[in-house]
């Protein structure tokens, strides 16, 4: 499935997006990362030993949300599988590139594991308000 156009800005640019596996007794995991678009796939990382990394080994079914940092009441989430990842030197250089995107440095760790979604089911959800808290 090819991202809509809208749902691919959003991830983007510089937003927090919340990735959800599932544990082992069947509950979910929901983590804050980073992401980016590649070739229509999300792309995020995580080190190997990580939760998310065990629970993906098992199943490799994920949700994603993400939010406009902008404005908040402008998301989406999207369902999919994990179809591929990456290590070593590959893997690097899109650790790098989201840390860039994140933060204007490069990774301080040189480790970790890409992981790529591919796309199954998507919503973009733009409310129209303002977001002035109390």
Wanted: charged share 25%; glycine share 6%; proline share 8%.
């Amino acid at each position: 499935m090819t991202l809509e156009p809208q749902v691919r800005e959003l991830f983007e640019g510089a937003n927090f997006a919340h990735l959800a596996t599932t544990l082992p007794d069947g509950g979910p995991h929901t983590v804050p990362i980073w992401a980016d678009v590649e070739d229509g796939r999300i792309v995020f990382f995580t080190q190997e030993s990580s939760r998310k990394a065990r629970n993906i080994a098992r199943d490799p079914r994920v949700a994603i949300s993400i939010c406009d940092l902008e404005n908040p009441y402008r998301s989406a989430w999207v369902r999919g599988r994990i179809v591929a990842t990456r290590e070593g030197d590959a893997a690097l250089e899109v650790i790098d590139r989201l840390s860039h995107k994140y933060t204007g440095e490069p990774f301080p760790m040189r480790s970790g594991t890409v992981y790529e979604i591919e796309p199954e089911r998507q919503r973009l959800v733009d409310l129209p308000f303002t977001h002035s808290p109390g």
